[in-house]
């Protein structure tokens, strides 16, 4: 059982940037990551991804150029850098841990999730 917890999540103006930190209470090591989204009055997608391997990564498109995902086995934390956020990025944050090594971009590929952290963009 690994337990999720996402953090730095909070208000900024377009154009800036944050970065989300997802900390396991166990090793990540096996584990592709991903991160999710909801906006309010939407259903949860797909933000980017991470395998066990540094390059396997993938990104929603409106999202590419701009966040980066990554992670640190040692510190069993992955990371989202957000940059030049956008009022259409406000939404909850959820970072989560596939059954696989190979980077995933379904919900269903994924067993544990965090609770989620709350990101906004204000025009």
């Known amino acids: 059982q690994v337990q999720l917890v996402e953090s730095g999540g909070r208000s900024v103006q377009a154009g800036g940037s944050l970065r989300l930190s997802c900390a396991a209470s166990?090793?990540?090591?096996?584990?592709?990551m991903g991160w999710f989204r909801q906006a309010p009055g939407k259903e949860r997608e797909f933000v980017a991804t991470?395998?066990?391997?540094?390059?396997?990564?993938y990104y929603l498109d409106p999202v590419k150029g701009r966040f980066t995902i990554s992670r640190d086995n040692a510190k069993n934390t992955m990371y989202l850098q957000m940059n030049s956020l956008k009022p259409e990025d406000t939404a909850v944050y959820y970072c989560?841990?596939?059954?696989?090594?190979?980077?995933?971009?379904?919900?269903?590929?994924?067993?544990?999730w965090g609770q989620g952290t709350q990101v906004t963009v204000s025009a």
């Open positions: 991470i395998g066990r391997s540094d390059s396997d990564t």
């Open positions: 989560a841990a596939s059954y696989s090594p190979i980077a995933a971009m379904r919900e269903y590929d994924y067993r544990y």
């Open positions: 166990g090793s990540i090591f096996d584990y592709a």
